[in-house]
């Protein structure tokens, strides 16, 4: 079984900083494609990022400039650091990945992490 852990979120003024981690643990083959979407009250799940396994990175317009995503293949984990925090990044952060899972290629298949809250107050 595979499961993503999202860990760093919570709390932060207008103009903060947050760092979001997100660890995948299991029977792992290979890791694709692994991103952050997010949730806010009475939205849709919007993409924040994506980065290939080449490193190769995308962003949402409303995110550019201000919020970087990494990944340590080595430990499985994908970041995303978010700099000039506003309240209107408001919302439930969740990581995703597209893994191969067990021990020979086969099928890759979406997993998502269960969700974490950032607040930005103003």
């Known amino acids: 079984q595979v499961q993503l852990v999202e860990s760093g979120g919570g709390l932060v003024q207008a103009g903060g900083s947050l760092r979001l981690s997100c660890a995948a643990s299991?029977?792992?083959?290979?890791?694709?494609?692994m991103g952050w979407y997010r949730q806010a009250p009475g939205k849709q799940r919007e993409l924040v990022a994506h980065?290939?396994?080449?490193?190769?990175?995308n962003y949402a317009e409303t995110v550019k400039g201000r919020f970087t995503i990494s990944r340590d293949n080595a430990k499985n984990t994908v970041y995303l650091q978010m700099n000039s925090l506003k309240p209107d990044d408001t919302a439930v952060y969740y990581c995703?990945?597209?893994?191969?899972?067990?021990?020979?290629?086969?099928?890759?298949?979406?997993?998502w992490g269960q969700g974490t809250q950032v607040t930005v107050s103003s």
């Open positions: 995703t990945a597209l893994i191969v899972v067990g021990w020979n290629s086969g099928p890759r298949r979406d997993y």
């Open positions: 299991g029977t792992i083959f290979s890791i694709n494609a």
């Open positions: 980065v290939s396994s080449g490193g190769g990175a």
